[in-house]
């Protein structure tokens, strides 16, 4: 079995023992002037050195694997994009144990003129397999780059195996995927940077969310060395414990749906039908009704989620139970019950919790007087339809069947998501993500868990982080994130608020959506907090759908943990400037 440590990579000109990388030579040495404006002759100069970095060796960092620059492109000025020099490059291309092909896919993209020193990669999402592009940041005058994580989503796909989930069979790919490929591939990144501008970037941030908040909290804990910031939002703390709390839910839901007779034409359990657009909103409006005024204001946003507890948010629910019959103005009793189930978390038959509970928020639903907002519920439930299961929870279910599990669960297709989640078995199955064999000798769960609550190395070299997550993300739960920052703060000490905060999002749903105020960018914060010393004390952010809240606009400052908005007294409450971060006892 090929070694699964990942090696130091160097970017000095000396060869190093173990792995070169080899991009520059006396071509890409020319004089480079690293200010943001530059004459003709460099511009000339830079075309050549973008031409010749795909002439170039990259490192071959695994037995039997070659590593390549495919192309390198000057791309000239666009509508929407500067000048830049874009190389595509194949890290570790091989063939796996499975037979398959498979390669780490890189882009990177450097602006010619309208460089501002520093260095900018995007995380990626689901379980990767799509070349993340970060062009956005490319516009905003940053070196780019993004990675598939080791696999390709149009390649390694077999129906029998999973689909996507295909390369979880290969175990260097799935090491590919947990952690290796973003160090590699930030180590080539910022080597062709300084061969490129003669220079190495001034600072380098990192921003992801959900997988890419992942990928984001393990740049902090297991390569601290390589990013100056970081924003991790809705990070996957627990991975392979994702899929398996969609299993569970899955599994709660199908099961009310058979109670309630609710049945697609093929006779499978009708798991959207279980509860209407209309049904939620009646839930949205009971927790509002009970924790909406926590705060001190009655204006559809929960700033004091500690308040909203399940004890408190019981009445409100128990006060929607049908008299009798099941209507649009009440809940049924199995409806109820099965919904609180689910919000309590996963668990064996023991009682052993195995997922960590939900928070109560009044992003379940949302109306803005057209079309309920469909975020919250796409997760657990999919949509309301008869046609056919599409929660996206289930749909994950072949990702725990092949990535996670150990061995792999062969084979398994997308028909067999349904009947393979309802034969789960909570009590023998969730170990397999923790186990080894001479053919997978690390586990998933130890490749790809960012709960680490050490970050003495990365807050040692300066280094700043900043995480989010929405109180109404139904794919991960912010209760699991809340418990991380806890323990990272308990050990890290006092001094965690100089280099790392937490931000809640009442109503948000996964990365986004919801009846929030979803909208905002942590990386200009995070840019001054790191090369200018200003905390990001708050965080203005605007509702993108405001009709949520039946107003035209609105803005509000999303405060760093354990602090919540609170409203001054005066002034328009749909404007950040009338809220204040407090501390709340």
């Known amino acids: 079995m090929a070694p699964t440590s990942t090696p130091t990579l160097r970017t000095s000109l000396a060869p190093a023992p173990a792995l070169v990388l080899a991009l520059a030579t006396a071509a890409l040495l020319g004089c480079v002037n690293p200010s943001a404006h530059v004459g003709p002759a460099a511009l000339q100069a830079s075309s050549t050195r973008c031409a010749e970095l795909a002439s170039q060796p990259l490192p071959v960092t695994l037995p039997g694997a070659t590593s390549t620059v495919r192309s390198s492109d000057l791309v000239a000025a666009g509508d929407s994009l500067p000048e830049h020099c874009a190389v595509r490059a194949q890290i570790n291309r091989r063939v796996g144990t499975d037979g398959q092909p498979y390669a780490i896919e890189l882009i990177q993209r450097m602006p010619t003129s309208t460089w501002n020193g520093r260095f900018f990669m995007g995380g990626g999402g689901g379980t990767n397999g799509v070349l993340v592009d970060p ?56 080597a062709m940077v300084s061969r490129f501008y003669q220079r190495a970037p001034q600072k380098s941030y990192f921003m992801g969310c959900s997988e890419g908040g992942r990928e984001a909290l393990l740049m902090s804990q297991r390569f601290p060395e390589h990013y100056d910031g970081i924003v991790a939002g809705a990070p996957v703390l627990h991975l392979p414990l994702g899929p398996l709390s969609g299993i569970y839910t899955t599994q709660l839901f199908a099961g009310l749906a058979q109670r309630s007779s609710q049945q697609l034409a093929n006779g499978d359990p009708a798991i959207g039908m279980t509860y209407s657009d209309k049904d939620l909103m009646l839930m949205r409006l009971a927790v509002l009704n009970a924790c909406d005024t926590q705060d001190g204001l009655a204006d559809g946003i929960i700033d004091n989620q500690a308040a909203c507890t399940a004890e408190r948010v019981a009445p409100a629910l128990a006060a929607l139970q049908c008299g009798g019959a099941k209507t649009e103005q009440c ?66 279910a072949t990702a725990e069947a092949v990535i996670y599990t150990t061995p792999p669960r062969l084979p398994i297709s997308a028909a067999d998501v349904l009947p393979y989640s309802l034969s789960y078995s909570f009590d023998s199955e969730p170990i397999k993500l923790f186990t080894t064999t001479d053919r997978y000798p690390e586990s998933t769960a130890s490749m790809t868990f960012t709960d680490s609550p050490d970050l003495a190395r990365f807050q040692s070299r300066g280094g700043k982080l900043m995480v989010y997550h929405g109180a109404s993300d139904s794919s991960i739960s912010v209760n699991d994130t809340l418990r991380w920052y806890t323990h990272m703060s308990r050990r890290m000490g006092r001094t965690t608020p100089e280099f790392a905060r937490m931000y809640v999002v009442p109503g948000m749903a996964h990365c986004g959506g919801g009846p929030a105020t979803d909208s905002f960018d942590m990386l200009p914060q995070l840019v001054a907090w790191v090369e200018k010393g200003v905390a990001p004390d708050a965080v203005t952010a605007k509702a993108s759908n405001p009709g949520y809240f039946g107003v035209s606009q609105r803005t509000r400052p999303l405060c760093p943990y354990p602090q919540q908005a609170r409203y001054k007294g005066a002034g328009d409450i749909n404007l950040a400037e009338n809220f204040t971060c407090s501390d709340v006892r």
């Not at 994580?149 to 390649?155: A, L, P, Q, T, V």
């Not at 379940?364 to 929870?393: C, M, Q, V, Y």
Request: aromatic share 14%; no cysteine.
């Open 331 to 396: 809940l049924s009793a199995d409806q109820l019950g099965t919904m609180k189930k689910a919000f309590q978390g996963s668990f064996d038959s023991r009682g052993t919790q195995l997922y960590s509970d939900w928070q109560w928020d009044a992003g379940i639903s949302g109306f803005d007087g057209k079309t309920f907002n469909p975020s919250w519920r796409s997760w657990w439930l999919g949509s309301h339809s008869r046609e056919r299961n599409n929660a996206i929870k289930l749909t994950f």
């Open 135 to 190: 062009v956005q940041r490319l516009k905003e005058g940053y070196a780019t780059l993004g990675t598939d994580g080791g696999h390709d989503n149009k390649i390694n796909n077999l129906p029998q195996a999973g689909g996507t989930a295909a390369f979880g069979v290969d175990h260097e790919a799935r090491v590919d995927f947990g952690y290796r490929s973003y160090d590699l591939v930030t180590q080539a990144g910022k």
